[in-house]
C-alpha cells in the first residue's frame, strides 16, 4: 500500500490543488519523513512508497525521487522500466559517486541526481531546474523543418527521412537545442546548462554519451560535427 508523507494527524493525504505531485522510493524512514515535510513546505504533494514494486504500480506523479537502494528491485532496474512507458521526470539519489554509475543512471533514462549526503536546498533547486526544463510551454511556431530531419519541440518528437526516430527525454533536448542554431557551434558548457542544469556537477562525459547515441539515432544523413575542446555542430541539411 503507498504511504503518505505528509499527512495530517488522521494520516489524511494532502491534496491542495496545483501542487506538484512527488513519488518518493524510499525505504529508509530516518530519510523519507523529515524529506517528505520538507518538500510539503516547499509546496509539493508527497506520495511515499518503500520498494520498486510500489513505485511501478503507482500512479503517474509529475516527478519520481528514486533512491537506488531499495529492498525488492535495483534502484536502476526501476528507473529503466518507468522510462520505457512514461517521460516522467526522474531524479535519482545514490551513494555511489563513481563516474560510470552517474553515466549509467543517465543511458538508463534518470533526468538528474544527487549523491548522498546531500543538502535539503541543493535538491529543491535540481526539482525545480528539471521540472521546468520538462514542463516549460513549447512555442507556437514549434516545428522545425531541416531538410531531411523534422523537429516537433511541441509533441516532443523527430523525424528523419519521414521515419520517426525514438529519442530519450534527453536526446531531444540535447538534438532541439544543437537544432536552433544549425551550422553554428554550441560549446560544451552551454549544451550541459541548457541540456542538463546551469548547476549540473556531473561528469561531461555524459555528454558524449548522448551525442553518440543521437548519431547512431540519427544516422549518416545528419551530421553532428565535434570541435575538439570546444563543443558540436549540428550541420545544415542540404
Not at 60 to 79: F, H, N, Q, S, Y
Not at 118 to 124: A, D, I, K, M, S
Not at 126 to 150: E, K, T
Not at 168 to 177: G, T
Request: glycine share 8%.
Amino acid at each position: 500500500m503507498h504511504e503518505s508523507i505528509s499527512t495530517n494527524a488522521a494520516g489524511r493525504i494532502w491534496a491542495a490543488p496545483d501542487r506538484p505531485r512527488l513519488l518518493v522510493v524510499e525505504d529508509d524512514d530516518r530519510i523519507a519523513e523529515p524529506l517528505g515535510e520538507g518538500l510539503d513546505l516547499e509546496g509539493f504533494d508527497i506520495e511515499r512508497v518503500r520498494r520498486g514494486e510500489e513505485a511501478l504500480r503507482a500512479e503517474e506523479p509529475d516527478l519520481v525521487l528514486l533512491d537506488l537502494g531499495l529492498p525488492d528491485l535495483d534502484g536502476r532496474e526501476v528507473c529503466r522500466r518507468l522510462r520505457e512507458r512514461s517521460q516522467v521526470p526522474i531524479i535519482v539519489v545514490t551513494a555511489r559517486a563513481e563516474e560510470i554509475d552517474r553515466v549509467l543512471l543517465l543511458e538508463i533514462g534518470a533526468d538528474d541526481y544527487v549523491v548522498k549526503p546531500f543538502g535539503f536546498r541543493e535538491l529543491v533547486a535540481r526539482i525545480r531546474a528539471v521540472m521546468r526544463r520538462m514542463g516549460s510551454p513549447a512555442p507556437s511556431d514549434s516545428r522545425q523543418d531541416l531538410g531531411p530531419l523534422v523537429i516537433d519541440r511541441g509533441a516532443r518528437r523527430a523525424w528523419v527521412e519521414g521515419e520517426e526516430v525514438d529519442l530519450s527525454p534527453k536526446e531531444f533536448d540535447l538534438l532541439s537545442y544543437l537544432a536552433e542554431t544549425p551550422g553554428e557551434v554550441r560549446s560544451r558548457e552551454d549544451i550541459i546548462a541548457h541540456v542538463w542544469d546551469e548547476h549540473w556537477w556531473g561528469p561531461t562525459k555524459t555528454l558524449d554519451v548522448h551525442i553518440g547515441y543521437l548519431r547512431r539515432k540519427l544516422g549518416a544523413g545528419t551530421k553532428i560535427s565535434t570541435l575538439r575542446g570546444v563543443g558540436y555542430r549540428l550541420e545544415r541539411q542540404g
